[in-house]
């Protein structure tokens, strides 16, 4: 089997997950990691046994063995890596949200076209199995015509005024935060399992912390918890803590979701309910392997993951037999395992989602904004 040479650029806490994750793939080799300095770079390098470590992306990007590369920066940076790898032939794979703004996501869209390079905007989420198997069970119209979704997505990582992340930083992030980095996730994942696109959306945004006390150091994500008293700078905060949305998904179902980064105990609720005109589905990440259906008249059910049990399509996305847990992990895995398909095989289907998955999200996200901006409902371009 012909070993595919990767490369992963970000030797933060998404740069960890990819290695370990791409290294499950037994035709899959990391070759190289950028960091953004030398000997950032070269720490991860011998932490995780990669034989190139540079802070130089071009470096990486004229070795010919390298065939595809992980953007796993600070968003700032997609765009122009994506587009560098882009042209250098690359197959490429990017962290969402895939830009900083809508025009960066369909000038990358247009050079992936023109290159015919396989891209993967990670929307790694979709990948549970028994999302999978929600997902199927519309397909199969188990649930009906949908009427209604709901939900939420719930972190407690950034409560205090002392937590700090370079997402707080629109120069780094963007200026959505709690919108972009697990809102993009809500509004996907919702289009993904209905089939149906958001089609407008009325949505509030709010700051709790106007300043913040920003570490005199770098400090990787989901790590703040453990870190001690150092020295601070103040810092005015000016994008969400929190984000509230009405929406219309197609032209008759409606629905609503939050998302924040300050509810005190929820680790990583990531959670949604469907609700059709013959049934209901709820799922949430917290305990990814149990499935919720509901019924009007007859009792609802509990279900654990179990491929055997599950739509043959939906099966295809487990790799352990029932009551083995999948998880977190196993969801980047089954991205990976398809997108590098497509790179050892352009003939092999696009069974992920691409650059275009990622324009839709920037264009959702841009209508967030303006709706919030407004103070009322915004249309979103089909």
């Known amino acids: 089997m012909k070993k595919i040479k990767t490369a992963i650029a970000g030797t933060g806490f998404m740069g960890k997950v990819h290695t370990e994750n791409v290294r499950r793939l037994p ?3 990391v070759a190289a990691v950028v960091g953004s300095r030398p000997e950032t770079a070269r ?4 932490a995780m046994s990669i034989p190139i470590a540079t802070d130089n992306l071009n470096e990486v990007l004229a070795n010919k063995e390298i065939e595809a590369i992980h953007i796993c920066t600070p968003n700032v940076n997609h765009y122009p890596m994506s587009l560098a790898a882009i042209e250098a032939g690359k197959a490429v794979l990017c962290e969402k949200p895939m830009t900083m703004d809508v025009e960066e996501a369909r ?32 397909a199969h119209g188990d649930l009906g015509e949908i009427l209604i979704v709901q939900g939420t997505y719930s972190q407690d990582w950034l409560l205090y005024d002392t937590d700090w992340n370079w997402r707080l930083d629109r120069k780094e992030n963007g200026p959505l935060r709690v919108m972009g980095d697990i809102g993009s996730h809500w509004m996907d994942m919702i289009q993904h399992l209905t089939g149906l696109s958001i089609s407008a959306v009325c949505a509030d945004l709010a700051i709790f912390h106007k300043e913040r006390k920003r570490p005199k150091g770098s400090v990787e994500t989901f790590s703040g918890k453990k870190a001690v008293a150092q020295d601070y700078q103040s810092f005015p905060i000016d994008t969400e803590d929190f984000g509230a949305v009405l929406l219309h998904l197609g032209t008759r179902a409606r629905g609503a979701f939050t998302v924040s980064q300050m509810s005190a105990g929820r680790k990583n609720r990531f959670a949604f309910e469907i609700f059709g005109t013959k049934a209901g589905v709820s799922w949430d990440q917290e305990s990814p392997d149990t499935l919720w259906i509901g019924h009007r008249n007859e009792p609802n059910q509990i279900i654990v993951k179990d491929a055997s049990l599950f739509y043959p399509e939906a099966g295809a996305f487990a790799d352990l037999p029932g009551g083995h847990s999948e998880g977190y992990d196993d969801s980047h895995k089954q991205v990976f395992k398809r997108f590098y398909a497509r790179v050892a095989d352009p003939s092999a289907p696009v069974d992920y989602p691409t650059f275009e998955d990622g324009l839709r999200g920037m264009i959702l996200l841009r209508s967030v904004a303006e709706s919030a901006q407004k103070r009322a409902w915004v249309d979103v371009p089909a």
Do not use: G, I, T
């Open 27 to 29: 035709n899959v080799e």
């Open 43 to 46: 720490k991860f390098a011998e």
């Open 107 to 138: 000038k990358l869209v247009d050079a992936a076209k023109a290159k015919n390079a396989v891209n993967c905007v990670q929307h790694n989420l979709r990948y549970y199995p028994s999302v999978q198997q929600m997902r199927q069970m519309v």
